[in-house]
């Protein structure tokens, strides 16, 4: 193992989640480790911090579950299938000589222990981890405070935990925090807008419109959704924001206006419309309100824009050589290019956030309808989901490590949200109960 450099550091972090401080040490590496060699790691365990009970089963192993999860979902760590060993921090705080000494022992490359409770009305939770690299004992720390003591909150401290785990080894944010918005069908057949974290907790509804909410995606900034809805029996583009509930009117529902996507600066906004009989991509500037048609071709349908992450290109869907395929163009909808020759169905392109790769919805023999991945040079090509061709894959949305995607299917028998490795591993079901579960998009990062 690599010798890992990292200072000791404690922040805070209030209700809200905003930093208080602004006297906080960095925290840094001096090396980058492989994104493909998972790094052991045993999770020591969290004691409870009123009790200081060893055998405690309360917020403690709350705390070890939540993270241990976490951890695994990285695809960056491998959780040691060890035993809980809780050690209460010291006034040392992370340096306490019994934690450390067992840290040392363990002979694991990275230990994390800790502990959780209550102080002054507020949740505290203080998180430790440990590498001791080729030569001498190294630790790094973090605290945090929050109110209103509730379950959301812990979990929140522990995502936050995992994500600094993951920047210390990687150099890249994590994703514990993130969110998913979809779209989930009630029994009376109305859908609406849900929002859920990234690992399935505490789904939310957040539209009530009277007939259905369809195919959200994420502003920049993660505070808005932008989403298709229906009225007059015509379908409109509709701006939300998700804290304080307040809801405009993009696209005004003369016709068909569907698969809305925000660009990465957050001034535009590519979208289909049949506007002038078939379904073409505008684009809509969202200060001036100019809008811009980028397509005409004489195609039944140009559909689902996607953006690169720099906004110079959009991918997009289109069946103007008779079978629906994806296809490429500027910003401006000049240099239009064919991506995909490969199979009779190509649709629902999602461009990766670093760039590499676009994830979309294939038909492939013997498998039916399934998620693959190609370079936007057309060069690489991948199948990353498999199973029965009666099993539905669809709507693909990347994580913005651009390591993780998430998507609905059918396998099973209904829909329901999953979540994936890019490489297809790590197959694990976001959405439980319910009719009908699909349309996922990952939110950006936490601020």
Not at 112 to 130: N, P, S
Not at 222 to 236: F, K
Not at 311 to 331: C, N
Request: glycine fraction near 8%; proline fraction near 6%.
């Amino acid at each position: 193992m690599k010798k890992t450099t990292v200072l000791l550091v404690f922040f805070f972090i209030q209700p809200f989640f905003a930093d208080a401080g602004a006297n906080e040490a960095d925290v840094f590496l001096e090396t980058r480790r492989s994104e493909f060699q998972k790094i052991p790691i045993w999770i020591m365990g969290f004691a409870d911090g009123e009790t200081r009970q060893q055998d405690d089963a309360g917020i403690g192993e709350q705390v070890n579950a939540i993270l241990k999860a976490d951890l695994r979902r990285t695809q960056v760590f491998e959780v040691l299938d060890r035993s809980t060993e809780i050690f209460p921090l010291s006034k040392s705080g992370c340096r306490g000589k019994a934690s450390m000494a067992k840290a040392k022992e363990s002979t694991a490359p990275v230990v994390t222990w800790g502990r959780v409770g209550r102080k002054d009305g507020k949740l505290l939770m203080e998180a430790c981890a440990y590498d001791g690299g080729e030569t001498d004992l190294i630790a790094v720390g973090k605290r945090y405070t929050g109110a209103p003591i509730t379950v959301r909150l812990l979990r929140s401290m522990v995502h936050r935990w995992a994500d600094e785990l993951v920047s210390h080894y990687t150099g890249d944010p994590g994703i514990a925090r993130t969110k998913i918005i979809y779209v989930s069908e009630d029994k009376a057949g109305r859908r609406d807008l849900f929002v859920m974290d990234y690992d399935g907790f505490g789904p939310k509804r957040v539209t009530s419109d009277p007939k259905l909410s369809l195919m959200p995606n994420w502003s920049p900034d993660r505070r808005s959704v932008v989403y298709t809805t229906y009225r007059h029996n015509n379908q409109e583009i509709v701006w939300l924001e998700l804290g304080k509930g307040n809801r405009r009117i993009l696209v005004s529902p003369k016709t068909l206006n569907i698969t809305p996507a925000v660009s990465p600066n957050g001034r535009l906004l590519a979208y289909a419309s049949a506007s002038k009989g078939n379904s073409d991509i505008f684009i809509l500037n969202l200060s001036t309100k100019k809008r811009e048609q980028l397509t005409s071709h004489r195609s039944r349908a140009d559909l689902s824009p996607t953006w690169s992450p720099d906004g110079r290109e959009l991918a997009f869907t289109s069946d103007r050589k008779g079978r629906p395929q994806i296809y490429i163009m500027r910003a401006d909808g000049s240099n239009v290019r064919r991506l995909t020759r490969e199979g009779s169905y190509n649709a629902a392109p999602a461009w990766s956030p670093r760039g590499d790769w676009i994830a979309y919805v294939c038909r492939r023999p013997g498998y039916g309808l399934k998620l693959c991945r190609i370079s936007p040079d057309g060069k690489r090509n991948v199948q990353m989901t498999k199973g029965p061709p009666k099993e539905i894959d669809d709507s693909p949305s990347w994580a913005p490590d651009g390591r993780h995607l998430v998507f609905s299917s059918t396998r099973g028998g209904r829909s329901h949200i999953y979540m994936i490795y890019f490489d297809g591993t790590g197959l694990e079901r976001l959405t439980e109960g319910g009719i009908h579960h699909s349309s996922p998009a990952w939110s950006p990062l936490s601020e």
